[in-house]
């Protein structure tokens, strides 16, 4: 059974910072593209940053330079280093896992930036 399981969501202040993570099971993490989106209310789900199998990354223009996806392969763990938040990062993140014949998503975790 896949399981995807994202934490390190919460409520920051703008300018904040916070890291989430998500830890893969079931899967063979080293063979997946790890991605992280998002889903703000009323909105469409939208690809925030993507690591690769093999390292490479990607990023949303509304997040380079503020945001840095990583993986520990060792941890079966790809987190996300979000930096100067602002209050339009605010939305649900999911963890997503890609690679073979079927995409795999986490649960979400809420990301909420307001004074």
């Known amino acids: 059974q896949v399981q995807l399981v994202e934490s390190g969501g919460g409520l920051v202040q703008p300018g904040g910072s916070l890291r989430l993570s998500c830890a893969a099971s079931?899967?063979?993490?080293?063979?997946?593209?790890m991605g992280w989106y998002r889903q703000a209310p009323g909105k469409q789900r939208e690809l925030v940053a993507v690591?690769?199998?093999?390292?490479?990354?990607n990023y949303a223009d509304s997040v380079k330079g503020r945001f840095t996806i990583s993986r520990d392969n060792a941890k079966n763990t790809v987190y996300l280093q979000m930096n100067s938040l602002k209050r339009e990062d605010t939305a649900v993140y999911y963890c997503?896992?890609?690679?073979?014949?079927?995409?795999?998503w986490g649960q979400g975790t809420q990301v909420t930036v307001s004074s």
């Open positions: 997503n896992a890609a690679g073979g014949p079927k995409t795999y």
């Open positions: 079931g899967i063979i993490f080293a063979f997946y593209n």
């Open positions: 690591i690769t199998a093999g390292g490479g990354r």
